[in-house]
Nanobody, 115 residues
Framework: QVQLVESGGGLVQPGGSLRLFCVASGSIFSIKVMGWYRQAPGKQRELVATSTTGGSTSTADSVKGRFTISRDNVNTIHLQMNSLKPEDTAVYYC??????????WGQGTQVTVSS
């Protein structure tokens, strides 16, 4: 089992920046991929960015060039979000998948971009 805890969300003006953190606990050495998803009101949850234990990263086209995912160590990732737009407003969820393709989710952290 893996537990995920996010932090770092909040309210920011358009053009501003936020950094989200996710810390995993439990069977952390079983984790193969960690990443971020987001869900805006009335919309489906969508992939934002992922980071594998092998060092590969991927970022959704909608945030490419503005968001950067980084892995600090085996159980911690963060998402640097720059040039935020109102359409980035959503609940952001940390996600992890282990070697058996079990998926784990954090409780989510709200990001609101508004003037």
């Amino acid at each position: 089992q893996v537990q995920l805890v996010e932090s770092g969300g909040g309210l920011v003006q358009p053009g501003g920046s936020l950094r989200l953190f996710c810390v995993a606990s439990g069977s952390i050495f079983s984790i193969k991929v960690m990443g971020w998803y987001r869900q805006a009101p009335g919309k489906q949850r969508e992939l934002v960015a992922t980071s594998t234990t092998g060092g590969s990263t991927s970022t959704a086209d909608s945030v490419k060039g503005r968001f950067t995912i980084s892995r600090d160590n085996v159980n911690t990732i963060h998402l640097q979000m720059n040039s935020l737009k109102p359409e980035d407003t959503a609940v952001y969820y940390c996600h992890a998948m282990d070697g058996r393709n079990h998926n784990y989710w954090g409780q989510g952290t709200q990001v609101t971009v508004s003037s």
